[in-house]
């Protein structure tokens, strides 16, 4: 990569930025009641704001999905092709049921997730020694999935420490681990320059993944093995499913038999290449097309994602 390119793309990461700060200022104004809904109780249908509504695609507007999101959701702007992203990969989760999701794709920043987790109805249980906390009504499934899978002669455990609950600290810690990595690896390999790698390092986390999602266009991928995308490999800060509590990554989770248990209790794999997570919906796999989620299957797995073909 030559030193030419920088201009155009940092014009661009800063447009992003912007954007970026203006949704975390209307997310603040608007507070945690964007969800209007009660703590436990189901969304309310209605989903995005009729303004935003008129600047997206009729096709889009119309589908299953986008009239299975919660009242109030922040849909990304138009323009706004970072959250665009994000929603694509990680949004199954926003039409879960009997729980409450995120108000938009992305957290600004930690107070913004204590701010919120705080308001959510939550439990805890000690699983193989480890503490795990979750949404209510996502608990009680996964506890009653782990009594299914004893009775199976299985487990059903935490792969480690920080299996459920995050922090947006802790997203973007595994953020870094692959962004520093991987741009040590470019300037390695002669595809991008010191002073290249060391401006993006400094960069504000949206900023930053802007700059890393417009290099994956060009092949210069951060994965841990370079091999694929990063959004396939880690969340982006402040977007990660974890931040809801409503998802667990799971120790056993190369056993079939633990997979279809924890799809009869609502759990069910949402995230493409990310093995060991599951993401609670509260639903029954026979209801995910009504909720606007298509299947997708990779080897021997099953993963639901948002419906979005008309994009």
């Known amino acids: 990569m030559s030193r030419s390119h920088t201009p155009k793309r940092y014009i661009k990461a800063r447009a992003a930025g912007n ?19 009660g703590r436990d109780g189901p969304p309310r249908l209605g989903g995005v704001p009729a303004l935003l509504r008129s600047n997206l695609p009729a096709c889009l507007t119309k589908s299953t999905f986008f009239m299975s999101l919660p009242k109030g959701f922040k849909w990304p702007d138009p323009d ?3 959250g665009q992203r994000v929603l694509e990969e990680y949004g199954a989760m926003f039409v879960a049921r009997g729980v409450v999701p995120p108000p938009a794709v992305i957290f600004p920043d930690q107070a913004a997730v204590e701010r919120w987790q705080s308001s959510l109805s939550t439990e ?18 996964l506890m009653k999935a782990r ?22 600290d802790e997203t973007l810690e595994l953020w870094r681990s692959r962004v520093n990595p991987g741009l040590q690896h470019w300037v390695d390999k002669g595809l991008m320059n010191t002073a290249e790698a060391d401006l993006i390092r400094k960069l ?24 694929k995308p990063i959004l396939l ?5 402040g977007a990660s499913q974890h931040l809801a509590l409503l998802a667990f990554d799971v120790k056993e989770h190369a056993n079939p038999l633990v997979r279809r248990i924890l799809e009869d ?13 599951f993401t609670y ?21 099953v993963f639901w994602i948002p419906d979005l073909a008309c994009l």
């Open 80 to 82: 706004d092709a970072l």
């Open 204 to 227: 504000p986390a949206l900023r930053q993944a802007s700059e890393i999602l417009e290099l994956e266009q060009r092949g210069l991928y951060f994965s841990k093995d370079f091999s």
């Open 124 to 141: 805890q249980a000690v699983l193989a020694g480890i503490p795990v906390r979750l949404q209510s009504a996502a608990l009680r499934a």
């Open 147 to 168: 009594e299914q899978a004893v009775q199976a002669h299985t487990s059903i455990d935490p792969r480690g420490t920080d299996a459920a609950q995050r922090s947006y």
């Open 233 to 237: 490999s880690v969340a982006l800060p």
């Open 281 to 301: 919906l509260g639903v029954d796999r026979r209801q995910l097309p009504s909720l606007g989620l298509k299947m997708v299957r990779s080897g021997e797995r």
């Open 19 to 37: 954007a970026a700060c203006l949704g975390a200022l209307i997310w603040c104004l608007c507070g945690i009641g964007l969800t209007s809904r």
């Open 265 to 277: 209790h609502g759990w069910f794999q949402t995230v493409r290449s990310d093995l060991p997570h």
